[in-house]
């Protein structure tokens, strides 16, 4: 027995697909985000499921984990959603990984490695609307698309573009966002510009694909957005106790006395801290559950160790099961609350605890 461990639930992880799948609409094909290790729930098992429910490609960061992918025996359409570098065109003109380009160098790199191997790579372009992250600006994307042109080996299929912030879908910079992205539009078979809460508020329709990422994994980009609800979380993290001890009042409980009983306390310590992907911005913040209730994390958070107040909780005990992540009776932390606690949003936590932690893949 693991003394902490990820549990995967696979079926919630079906159903935030079809959940996406329905919103996005029937002309609008998937792309699944599987990028970081799949948020933290590990690339494989879940690109397989995602194949399995139809995913039409799957959007990655690193051409590495496109040749993982194919180790894995899965043909689907992989594409890199963030450019390559060039000495990476060799390994994606091997595994067949259509990529989104934004400079020269990456398209005749690629153009070059396809040649060699007589193939020609599907490319999408990718164009900046405002996000100020990656991308030809659309008033210099005729001028790319000419200089692609003479380009043999590379067959250009779409473009693509990210939302600065589609949980703020009434914002004139979304607008704005959506209405460059409408005009610089090819209408090729791989347009797409909608990642999760794009499709969430319905901003995404009309393009041939769209690229979810956190909501497949249960969460939106902000809890409160519509739809957020449809969503079942996917990930869940379990430990036990190794410690349970009685405090009087007064006492201090771990690193900086940054916690100090007001009364007689009954104290259980976990073998989880942030080495585990447990934040230590969750001193004094977090919340777990023992025995079904809802029970608060107490001083600091150590590298491998938490304590939790369990005073008035009759028999806990060494053993017992602690749930810091899901839900056990009818208590639930979910990703979403545990992150703000933290500071942060429910995709670094998963990347987090996913990055420190085994995974069990539960049917
Ligand atoms: C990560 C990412 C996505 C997915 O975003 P979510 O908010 O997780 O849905 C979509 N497109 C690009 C380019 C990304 O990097």
Redesign the pocket.
Known sequence: MERKHLEIDLNALRHNYRVMADLAGPETKI?S?V?ADA?GHGLIPVSRTLVDCGAHAL?I?RPNDAIAIRQAGLDVPIIA??GIFPWEAQAAAEHNLSV?IYTMDMAQSLSQANREMGKVGDVLIKVDTGMGRLGVFPRDLPAFLDALAPLKGIRVTGI?S?LAA?ELPEDPHTAGQVEAFAQSSLSMIHDNLG???A?LEGLAKGYPMA?????LYGSA?DPNMKGAALLKPVMAFKTRIIFVKDLPAGSPVSYGMTYVTPGPSRIATIPVGYADGYFRRLSNKGVAIVHGKRVPVVGTVCMNLTMLDVTGLEGVESGDEVVLLGNQGDQRVTGDELAASAGTIS?ELYCSLGRANPRHYME
């Open positions: 792309i985000v990028k948020y959007g960061f959603l963030s989104v693509a990210h589609s990642n999760s809460g499709i690229r979810p990422g956190i909501a980009p995709y």
